[in-house]
C-alpha cells in the first residue's frame, strides 16, 4: 500500500479553519451508536479531551510546528494524558479540557522521538475515565475500531484497519508496523483507536492521502500503535525519555522523488544545515552504502551509532558527486526544556 502523499501537523489556526467549515461534527452516519457495542461508549469516549499548547515563539519547532497547537489526548493509568509528541514538545503553557467544557492545565512529562508518543500531565483533576490499554498487536486488517477526538460521539467516526506496514517520515521517524485507517477522521491529532472491546489500541497522528485504482483521492489516518508504548511507558513516567541513548540526528527532512531519496530542507544550525547540506540535493549513499528509499535512510543514518557520531554521506548536486560528514547531534539538545510546575 504505496502513500502517495500525507499532511503535516495542523495547528490551532489550521484546525479552526477547518472546524468552522465542517461544523466541527462528524457526519452522522460516521458516527457510532452506543447500541452497537458491548461497553459503557459515552464513558469511553469521554476519555478523550481536548489539548492546546502554546510554544514559545523562540522555540527550535515553532517555525516548523507552530507556536499554537491544538489536538487530543487520552486520559490513561494514573490519569497521565497520552498524546502525541509534536503537539507537547517545547511547550510553554498546556491546556486540557473534558468533554463537559471543564478545563485544567498541564505539564508536558514526556516526549519521545523514536515513537513520536508524548505524555502529559494534568495539574489539577480531570475527572474522566482512565482508558485501559489493549493489545494492538492483535489488530486484523478489515478490523472495525472508533477513532475519536474530543467532544464524545459527535467528534467520533467509525473507521476500520486497513493496513499494517512501515512508515518513513520526512522528519527522521521511522516506524515498522504503523496502522492504516479509513475513513480518515479530520481531526486526527493526538485522537483515540479504540477497539471492539473499548480498549486503547492506537494514537492518531497523520492524514495521508492516497490514489485508489480510478484516481480518486481516498483520505486514511497513520496510527502509531500502541504495542510500541506499553514497553516503554514506565520509563517515560519516571524519567520524562526511554532510558537509552539518543540516536544520531541530523536535521534533515529528506522525501522519496522518482526513485531518488531528495534533501527537501533542514534545521536551520542543525547538523545537515552546518555540513552544507540543501534543498535539491540527491541522498546517493550513507557510509557507502546505496540509499534507495526513506526507511533505507534512516535505518543507515542510525546504524552509525549513538548522537554525536559522525554521519558520511555522498550526495548528487547538479551534476557532481559531493562526499561530506555530518557531525550529528541529540535532538533533545535543540529543544526548550519544558517549564518545572
Known amino acids: 500500500m504505496p502513500m502517495r502523499r500525507y499532511s503535516p ?3 490551532a489556526s489550521d484546525k479552526k479553519h477547518f472546524m468552522a467549515k465542517t461544523d466541527r461534527d462528524i457526519p452522522l452516519n460516521l458516527q457510532p451508536r452506543a447500541s452497537d457495542y458491548g461497553f459503557d461508549l459515552e464513558a469511553c469516549l469521554r476519555s478523550v479531551v481536548g489539548l492546546r499548547a502554546d510554544i514559545p515563539g523562540d522555540a527550535f519547532t515553532a517555525g516548523t510546528l507552530g507556536t499554537e497547537r491544538a489536538g487530543n489526548g487520552i486520559c490513561i493509568r494514573g490519569g497521565l ?11 510553554d503553557t498546556i491546556w486540557l479540557t473534558t468533554t463537559d467544557g471543564w478545563a485544567v492545565p498541564g505539564h508536558a512529562l514526556a516526549v519521545d522521538f523514536e515513537t513520536g508518543f508524548g505524555l502529559v500531565q494534568p495539574l489539577g483533576r480531570l475527572g474522566v475515565p482512565e482508558l485501559q490499554i489493549g493489545d494492538s498487536n492483535a489488530l486484523d486488517i478489515g478490523a472495525p475500531a472508533l477513532l475519536a477526538a ?4 459527535h467528534r467520533t467516526i467509525e473507521t476500520q484497519v486497513v493496513g499494517r506496514q512501515e512508515f518513513a517520515g520526512y522528519w527522521e521517524y521511522l ?3 504503523a496502522l492504516f485507517t479509513a475513513p480518515a477522521h479530520p481531526f486526527w491529532g493526538g485522537a483515540g483507536l479504540i477497539g471492539a472491546d473499548g480498549r486503547l489500541l492506537g494514537v492518531g497522528s497523520l492524514i495521508l492521502q492516497q490514489g485508489d485504482e480510478k484516481g480518486r483521492r481516498v483520505d486514511m489516518n497513520m496510527v502509531v500503535p500502541t504495542a510500541l508504548l506499553t514497553p516503554i511507558l514506565d ?6 525519555r526511554v532510558n537509552r541513548p539518543a540516536r544520531p540526528w541530523l536535521g534533515l527532512y529528506a522525501m ?3 526513485d531518488a531519496v531528495v534533501v527537501g530542507g533542514v534545521s536551520d544550525g542543525g547538523p545537515a544545515d552546518k555540513a552544507g547540506l540543501r534543498a535539491g540535493d540527491r541522498i546517493v ?3 557507502g552504502d546505496e540509499v534507495t528509499d526513506l526507511g533505507g535512510l534512516w535505518r543507515r543514518v542510525w546504524s552509525a551509532g549513538t548522537a554525536g557520531a559522525r554521519v558520511r554521506m555522498s550526495i548528487g548536486r547538479d ?11 541529540d535532538r533533545s539538545s535543540f529543544l526548550r526544556a519544558p517549564r518545572l510546575h
Open 319 to 329: 551534476d557532481e558527486l559531493l562526499h561530506v560528514t555530518i557531525h550529528s547531534a
Open 9 to 11: 501537523p495542523p495547528t
Open 285 to 287: 549513499a550513507v557510509d
Open 81 to 91: 494524558v497520552l498524546t502525541m509528541a509534536y503537539l507537547v514538545m517545547e511547550a
Open 175 to 177: 516506524i515498522d508496523d
Open 235 to 240: 520509563e517515560l513516567v519516571q524519567h520524562g
Open 150 to 153: 474530543a467532544g464524545g460521539r
Open 256 to 258: 522519496e522523488s522518482d
